[in-house]
């Protein structure tokens, strides 16, 4: 077989969809576009060669990367959530109670069904604390 059919395209476009399925990250969806354009560029042009089919799937990829990253830099979504994944940061502002003291600026905190490590200045236990940071998982606190 010395050409390539329009075909061969579009079962490779499926195999790299099916394989963004397994191994998600939507590389290989755009790929999978691009080699679908090729099959239809080549089923609408027949006589394509295969230096123009790979040259053509190689534009189509480049393009539909283009502008995958280009529709991802758009910022972010507005969302009825905007602290998903910063579980932290819900907590600035609020005020609790030290179950355990704060010594040589770090201790403890339980929050909600959790403990959180805390960094603030030295206290007893029983001391309101009220939550003025985040700093990765670690909650800064100062005396209320």
């Not at 590389?27 to 053509?56: K, N, R, S």
Request: proline share 3%; aromatic share 14%; glycine share 12%.
């Amino acid at each position: 077989m010395e050409q390539i059919e329009f075909w061969h395209w579009f079962v490779l476009g499926l195999g790299l969809l099916v394989f963004e399925f397994f191994a998600p990250g939507a590389f290989f969806l755009w790929i999978g576009l691009a080699a679908g354009a090729t099959g239809i560029l080549h089923w609408l042009v027949p006589d394509l060669g295969w230096q123009a089919q790979v040259m053509w799937f190689a534009v189509f990829s480049i393009v539909s990367i283009i502008a995958w990253r280009s529709i991802g830099k758009r910022g972010p979504r507005e969302t009825d959530h905007p602290m998903l994944n910063q579980r932290g940061q819900q907590y600035v502002g609020r005020v609790f109670t030290l179950n355990s003291p704060i010594v040589n600026g770090n201790g403890k905190i339980t929050v909600d069904d959790s403990t959180w490590k805390i960094t603030g200045k030295d206290c007893d236990a029983g001391t309101k604390v009220k939550v003025i940071g985040v700093q990765g998982v670690i909650l800064e606190v100062e005396h209320e």
